[in-house]
């Protein structure tokens, strides 16, 4: 009996040590989310721009081959990434501004909110652009609400001090950071001192003010890599050069901010994710979701995976799946909240990058941009299709304001009305007037001109595609979900008989 005793009493002993050898890690998350930014960067294969911290932070990540927005329009696309719910839930249909003034619905528990709730310490620094605010409440906010959308969206070293604070701060609990940049969106005033896309904003140049810690880059338009869905003008690419000038103040922000994080003692148990909210500010890409819309880059880094940074995954992923994923990374149990998520964690793909069979599908869901742009769309992506249903296929597709402003628009409109050859790879018409239905078989046609919704070979792949997306709309509550050819009534659709 003796013996035995004794192997119980050592057990327990060893036990106890291993446990104080090792005590509980600390969590952290960092989120960095672009504002109309794209694949221009060295991480997607773009070797004409320099982005030497994108590029850093993408080699201590695993990087998304196929990562996706669930809306193609800013303040929706926010509420999304921010309650883990298609803006048809949530409430965000569209910008938050005056004269939009859209918000999402008073109930909706977005993930600052559930954070807190759970001993997370939050905030945000940067573009917040969702309301109302009693549901997007941050205990630390340095936001557009709060200081010049300009200085807390651009300005990297003002951005870098806010970081800074917060990291600073004398708390226990661990943290949920968002930085949200207002980079590379368009400025709205084109002729302006500062340039098409602020550009020339804290150049040190006279009359533009001075960003200490911002280098800017310089490109030469004729060197620029001009994506297959924009004309290969020279108006183009002096816009892209402007843009890629932009991207290198947000690249060195990237390389701030990661900087601050190491400073405070915290790189090596934060979780670090970066995406962006929607397409390039340019025609079938913003407000769009077509695969040039649609498409984000996507990188997630994980501190305890290293042995996966690097590499890349052909999961299918979507800014719906991030509350899922940082829930999942504070151990926050996703079935108290109200509204069942829709989206998964992506967690799992950092730990095996190859394993993506249970990521083969994405869905988006657009009412509006601006208040003029109602067009709503439901998209379901899988790795070889792309369905979108047209909702309000009868109207003219709406054109954003800051993207009809722009040269290169400007030209395509120029040069229809004129009769020349826009050199676009679609016609103008063709962007305008839609079907109802647009399938694109993407393994045969990356660029998505042939749709083949009514070619009978593809007639199965329709029928299954809808089926899929219509049973994600019910389970949504997507309230559009009948139309344009029936009504909802309670739980079921009542034909309208309007030729739809």
């Given at each position: 009996m003796i013996p035995s005793l004794y192997l119980v009493v050592m057990v327990m002993v060893l036990m106890t040590s291993a446990d104080?050898?090792?005590?509980?890690?600390?969590?952290?998350?960092?989120?960095?989310?672009?504002?109309?930014?794209?694949?221009?960067?060295?991480?997607?294969?773009?070797?004409?721009?320099?982005?030497?911290?994108?590029?850093?932070?993408?080699?201590?990540?695993?990087?998304?081959?196929?990562?996706?927005?669930?809306?193609?329009?800013?303040?929706?696309?926010?509420?999304?990434?921010?309650?883990?719910?298609?803006?048809?839930?949530?409430?965000?249909?569209?910008?938050?501004?005056?004269?939009?003034?859209?918000?999402?619905?008073?109930?909706?528990?977005?993930?600052?909110?559930?954070?807190?709730?759970?001993?997370?310490?939050?905030g945000i620094v940067g573009k917040k652009h969702v309301k109302p605010d009693s549901v997007y409440k941050f205990e630390f906010d340095a936001s557009d609400e709060v200081y010049d959308?300009?200085?807390?969206?651009?300005?990297?070293?003002?951005?870098?001090?806010?970081?800074?604070?917060?990291?600073?701060?004398?708390?226990?609990?661990?943290?949920?950071?968002?930085?949200?940049?207002?980079?590379?969106?368009?400025?709205?005033?084109?002729?302006?001192?500062f340039g098409q896309f602020m550009e020339r904003w804290g150049d040190g140049q006279t009359g533009h003010g001075l960003i200490p810690d911002w280098t800017p880059v310089q490109y030469d338009p004729e060197k620029v890599k001009v994506p297959y869905f924009l004309p290969d003008t020279n108006v183009t690419r002096q816009e892209l050069a402007n843009m890629y000038t932009t991207y290198s103040r947000m690249d060195q922000g990237i390389g701030l901010f990661m900087k601050e994080l190491e400073s405070?003692?915290?790189?090596?148990?934060?979780?670090?994710?970066?995406?962006?909210?929607?397409?390039?500010?340019y025609p079938n890409a913003k407000t769009n979701l077509y695969e040039s819309g649609m498409g984000e880059p996507m990188m997630i880094s994980n501190p305890f995976q290293q042995q996966h940074w690097g590499e890349y995954t052909d999961a299918l992923a979507s800014t719906m799946d991030f509350t899922p994923t940082i829930l999942d990374w504070f151990g926050v149990n996703a079935s108290t909240i109200k509204a069942k998520l829709s989206g998964k964690s992506l967690l799992p793909l950092t730990e095996e990058p190859d394993n993506i069979t249970n990521y083969q599908t994405v869905f988006s869901s657009h009412n509006f941009h601006e208040v003029t742009m109602y067009y709503p769309m439901r998209v379901i992506r899988t790795p070889r299709y792309r369905l979108i249903h047209n909702i309000n296929h009868r109207a003219p597709f709406g054109l954003a304001t800051d993207l009809y402003q722009a040269p290169t628009f400007q030209q395509i409109l120029n040069d229809t009305q004129e009769g020349h050859p826009s050199g676009w790879f679609k016609s103008l018409n063709s962007y305008y007037y839609r079907d109802q239905y647009e399938l694109f078989?993407?393994?045969?046609?990356?660029?998505?001109?042939?749709?083949v919704a009514d070619?009978?070979?593809?007639?199965?792949?329709?029928?299954?595609?809808?089926?899929?997306?219509?049973?994600?709309?019910?389970?949504?509550?997507d309230t559009w979900r009948c139309m344009p050819s029936a009504i909802l009534e309670g739980m079921t659709c009542d034909a309208a008989y309007n030729g739809e």
């Open positions: 104080l050898a090792t005590p509980t890690v600390k969590r952290n998350v960092l989120l960095i989310f672009g504002d109309d930014a794209g694949f221009q960067m060295g991480a997607y294969n773009n070797t004409d721009i320099l982005t030497p911290n994108w590029d850093a932070l993408a080699a201590r990540s695993v990087v998304f081959r196929h990562g996706f927005t669930s809306v193609s329009s800013c303040s929706p696309s926010r509420s999304v990434l921010l309650t883990g719910q298609p803006q048809h839930q949530n409430g965000q249909y569209g910008l938050a501004q005056v004269p939009h003034h859209f918000s999402s619905f008073d109930d909706v528990q977005s993930l600052p909110v559930i954070l807190s709730q759970n001993g997370v310490r939050t959308l300009q200085q807390i969206g651009r300005n990297i070293t003002f951005m870098k001090e806010k970081v800074q604070a917060f990291l600073s701060a004398n708390d226990s609990r661990p943290f949920f950071l968002y930085v949200a940049f207002h980079d590379p969106h368009r400025n709205p005033d084109l002729a302006g001192t405070a003692g915290y790189l090596n148990n934060t979780l670090v994710l970066y995406t962006s909210d929607n397409g390039i500010p078989d993407l393994q045969n046609d990356p660029e998505e001109l042939q749709n070619d009978p070979s593809y007639q199965q792949v329709l029928q299954e595609l809808s089926t899929q997306l219509l049973t994600w709309q019910k389970a949504t509550s």
